[in-house]
């Protein structure tokens, strides 16, 4: 053998092995299922930072994004269409979103992220049992602690206003807790249910609030609702009517108080989730996720705005304060 024919067999020795590892390198599909629409991409945005801190390049794994754009009766047919692609696992924004993926399969992991009601998904919170776990706000639970809040803020305060997706059953059931609590408070509430978050349907929301002489608006956000945030706080805004929420990312934007999860943080945990199942833990070893913590915030500048003093009390209690 030449010298020359000898180096090119070492060398084609040599490759074999790394293109036999480069082919074996799988790349993950992760199929997303939302209820709402790309926004708000800041949640997005912290899920997929997650992954990537957590060793998940770009060139290991694929999402496949699935939104229903708040039109829940898309979510199956979406759900079908990831199933289809054959994901290694389902993240589920939202009840709705997390009730079609667990319909649409039993084998694919499903990890649901910003549910109210997980015992609607899994067994039980500590033994998920099947292909289904997640993280959950427990939001209906803290109803009386932030109309409690909300009259603290507003010391007079009567009749509130309170806009939800009535096309969410999740939504919808949260406004039922804050009616069961708002009596024992001196609060009377006002619904406004509505079905789509469009500038005309907000609009007449508010002004149907105005003219009934609320003292303020509570905005029960979901992926719809907090996607179209600016649009209902510029509405808001017009009435010089003070708005209070659910996630501190409605205050960032310019509402006056929230009192709720870390979101962002909910979605970095999720991502946590998702490398696990990526790494083999199986779904019915991780149990579902309770906050433990929650987020009192305060919008100076939005106060000043509309010529409001803070009570100190509520001052003291706050997480942040927005200057």
Excluded: C
């Excluded at 029960?220 to 003070?242: C, G």
């Amino acid at each position: 053998m030449t010298r020359l024919a000898a180096l090119g067999l070492a060398l084609v020795l040599l490759s074999t092995p790394l293109a036999a590892e480069a082919q074996s390198v799988k790349i993950a599909r992760v199929g997303v299922l939302s209820g709402g629409s790309a926004e708000p991409s800041l949640l997005l945005d912290a899920f997929r930072q997650a992954l990537r801190d957590l060793g998940h390049s770009e060139g290991s794994i694929l999402i496949e994004y699935r939104f229903a754009e708040s039109r829940p009766e898309r979510l199956p047919g979406l759900a079908a269409e990831l199933v289809r692609l054959d994901v290694d696992v389902i993240v589920a924004i939202n009840t709705p979103a997390s009730q079609a993926a667990k319909a649409a399969t039993r084998t694919i992991p499903i990890v649901f992220t910003w549910v109210v009601d997980p015992l609607s998904l899994v067994a039980s919170l500590a033994r998920p049992g099947g292909n289904v776990t997640g993280l959950t706000t427990m939001s209906g639970d803290l109803s009386p602690k932030r109309l409690q809040l909300l009259k603290e803020t507003l010391p007079g305060l009567s009749r509130v206003a309170v806009l939800w997706n009535a096309g969410n059953p999740t939504a919808t059931r949260f406004f039922k807790d804050m009616e069961d609590a708002a009596p024992q408070l001196g609060i009377r509430l006002q619904p406004l249910g509505v079905r789509g978050a469009g500038s005309d349907e907000v609009q007449s929301a508010i002004d149907a609030a105005a003219r009934a002489g609320a003292g303020a608006l509570f905005v029960i956000e979901e992926t719809m609702l907090l996607a179209n945030r600016t649009l209902i706080l510029n509405q808001a805004a017009k009435r010089r009517m003070p708005s209070a929420s659910t996630n501190k990312e409605f205050v960032q934007a310019g509402g006056l108080v929230s009192y709720g999860v870390n979101l962002p943080d909910m979605f970095r945990q999720t991502a946590r989730y998702v490398d696990k199942i990526l790494r083999g833990t199986k779904p019915a070893d991780l149990p579902v996720e309770q906050p433990t913590k929650f987020e009192l915030l305060v919008n100076l500048k939005t106060a000043k705005a509309l010529g409001l003093t803070i009570p100190q009390s509520v001052l003291l209690r706050a997480d942040e304060v927005i200057q």
